[in-house]
T-cell receptor, first 112, second 114 residues
């Protein structure tokens, strides 16, 4: 089955700076890569996703890049704000399947 | 995004009793729903895939007789934790895909077994 690794496990960034979280996956047939943000005690929220036919996607301050050859994808948050502090999870699906395998999570702290 | 509800949001039960958790897709139909378990400061671990009209598919190591799943309709899946024990205490979250891979999560149920 799919295996997803995520780094770093914790990340502290000065407010206004950029944050980058990286994930690698093992199944070359995976074709869907979402990112979720989870605040303490709350549900994971889908913040951005990318499909295998696209190399980059951007939504305001958030962007995701995908390198299919290297089997890795990254989340980029620019102009970070205190409300960006949360745990972020990457995930990858099984090909032709909606089942997701999640990374271990990154605890992002924005320092005011 | 799509809306998924979950009930109850928290429950405390005594060891040996059973607890039922409901997951509903409110504005879309879901032939498939997923049940996850999340321990503090850990990632989401898939427990099982709930399939409308057929048996659930359980992940390796998950006891199907302990975690009963019923997908009663296109908008409702239930997870019953049978004969709960303190080690079953956790945050249980369901999710439903919208049909284009996007998956939305319920608010979760915090189960505490005393």
């Amino acid at each position: 089955g799919e295996n997803v690794e995520q780094h770093p496990s914790t990340l502290s960034v000065q407010e206004g700076d950029s944050a980058v979280i990286k994930c690698t996956y093992s199944d070359s047939a995976s074709n869907y890569f979402p990112w979720y943000k989870q605040e303490l005690g709350k549900r994971p929220q889908l913040i951005i996703d990318i499909r295998s036919n696209v190399g980059e996607k951007k939504d305001q301050r958030i962007a995701v890049t995908l390198n299919k050859t290297a089997k890795h994808f990254s989340l980029h948050i620019t102009e970070t704000q205190p409300e960006d502090s949360a745990v972020y999870f990457c995930a990858a699906n099984d090909f032709g399947n909606e089942k997701l395998t999640f990374g271990t999570g990154t605890r992002l702290t924005i320092i005011p | 995004g799509a809306v998924v509800s979950q009930h109850p949001s928290w429950v405390i039960c005594k060891s040996g009793t059973s607890v039922k958790i409901e997951c509903r897709s409110l504005d879309f139909q879901a032939t498939t729903m997923f049940w996850y378990r999340q321990f503090p400061k850990q990632s989401l671990m898939l427990m099982a895939t709930s399939n409308e009209g057929s048996k659930a598919t359980y992940e390796q190591g998950v006891e199907k007789d302990k975690f009963l799943i019923n997908h009663a309709s296109l908008t409702l899946s239930t997870l019953t934790v049978t004969s709960a024990h303190p080690e079953d205490s956790s945050f249980y979250i369901c999710s439903a895909p919208t049909g284009s891979y996007e998956q939305y999560f319920g608010p979760g149920t915090r189960l505490t077994v005393t």
